[in-house]
C-alpha cells in the first residue's frame, strides 16, 4: 500500500533562505508526482509535475526532484518570501490513477 | 490518520447520463466539503463548497445545475454529474475540512470520470 509522508510537519524561516521541503513515498511505482501549495481558506495550486520518468522539474524560484528509486522527492525554493508562507503538499499519482497524498508541510516565513 | 474515501475511482458512462460521485470522512466530521477538477497537466480547479445541511457554494464559472451537490450529512458529499458530455470528463477530487480543525483539510483519491 503507498504510503506518503511529508517532513517536517510545519517549517518557519527568516526570509530571504533557501529551504527544502522533503516527500516520501514507499511505492516506487508512480505516474508522477505533483506538488500544490494550499492557502488558507483557498483551493490547491499545482506548482510543479513531474512524470515518473524525469528527474527534476524548476518554474521560476522552485525546484522538484525525483528520486523514484529511493521513494523521495524535494522541493527546493530558493530565496524565500513572506508570500512564500502557505501549506505546501505532494501527492503521488499511481498507474491507477487516484491520488496518494502527504499530509503537508505548514511553511511560514518570517518578514 | 484522517482519511477521505470517493467512490468509485473511476467511472465511465455515455453521454447523456447522469453519474454521482462520494465523498466520506472516515473518521471526522466534517462540516465542510470541497469538489475540486482536474483536466490534464493543470491545477485542481475549487469547484464548490459544501456545507452540511445547507446549499453549495459554487465557484464562478461553474453550472450549478450540472453539477448537482448535495452534503446531507457530517461526513457524506455528493457530486451528481447531470447529462455528462465529454468535455465533464476529468478528474474529481474532493477535500473535507475536519471540524474539530478549521485548519486541516483531508483529501481524497479522486474520481476519473471518462464520458464517451
Not at chain 2, 447529462?83 to 479522486?110: L, V
Amino acid at each position: 500500500k503507498q504510503e506518503v509522508t511529508q517532513i517536517p510537519a510545519a517549517l518557519s524561516v527568516p526570509e530571504g533562505e533557501n529551504l527544502v521541503l522533503n516527500c516520501s513515498f514507499t511505492d516506487s511505482a508512480i505516474y508522477n508526482l505533483q506538488w500544490f501549495r494550499q492557502d488558507p481558506g483557498k483551493g490547491l495550486t499545482s506548482l510543479l509535475l513531474i512524470q515518473s520518468s524525469q528527474r527534476e522539474q524548476t518554474s521560476g524560484r522552485l525546484n522538484a526532484s525525483l528520486d523514484k528509486s529511493s521513494g523521495r522527492s524535494t522541493l527546493y525554493i530558493a530565496a524565500s518570501q513572506p508570500g512564500d508562507s502557505a501549506t505546501y503538499l505532494c501527492a503521488v499519482r499511481h498507474s491507477n490513477y487516484q491520488l496518494i497524498w502527504g499530509a503537508g508541510t505548514k511553511l511560514i516565513i518570517k518578514p | 490518520g484522517a482519511v477521505v474515501s470517493q467512490h468509485p475511482s473511476w467511472v465511465i458512462c455515455k453521454s447523456g447520463t447522469s453519474v454521482k460521485i462520494e465523498c466520506r470522512s472516515l473518521d471526522f466530521q466534517a462540516t465542510t466539503m470541497f469538489w475540486y477538477r482536474q483536466f490534464p497537466k493543470q491545477s485542481l480547479m475549487l469547484m464548490a463548497t459544501s456545507n452540511e445541511g445547507s446549499k453549495a457554494t459554487y465557484e464562478q464559472g461553474v453550472e450549478k445545475d450540472k453539477f448537482l451537490i448535495n452534503h446531507a450529512s457530517l461526513t457524506l458529499s455528493t457530486l451528481t454529474v447531470t447529462s455528462a458530455h465529454p468535455e465533464d470528463s476529468s478528474f474529481y477530487i474532493c477535500s473535507a475540512r475536519d471540524s474539530a480543525s478549521t485548519d486541516t483539510q483531508y483529501f481524497g483519491p479522486g474520481t476519473r470520470l471518462t464520458v464517451l
